[in-house]
């Protein structure tokens, strides 16, 4: 017989992962262990910030030079 067999698993599957309600596991801390992981992820949400306010803004930009494109299209097609 097979270790895989004897052990109940079948070649090439892999074991189940456990479910986060089961006895026996435990919750992640996510609080700041020091005074360094606080400010490294305080800066990094306001880096977090700063990108989604930029990208809102090049959102932006991308949609008023679609408008622009299209009003000059349909004033090349409607006008002559």
Do not use: H
């Not at 990094?44 to 090049?58: G, H, I, T």
């Amino acid at each position: 017989m097979d270790r895989e067999a004897a052990m109940g698993r079948s070649e090439g599957r892999p074991e189940p992962s456990p479910v986060a309600g089961e006895p026996g596991l435990e919750r992640v801390d996510l609080a700041p262990c020091s005074a360094y992981e606080l400010l490294t992820r305080s800066r990094l949400e306001e880096v977090a910030r700063e990108v989604a306010e930029v990208r809102s803004r090049v959102n932006s930009l991308l949609y008023g030079l679609m408008a622009t494109v299209l009003a000059l299209l349909l004033e090349r097609l409607v006008g002559r």
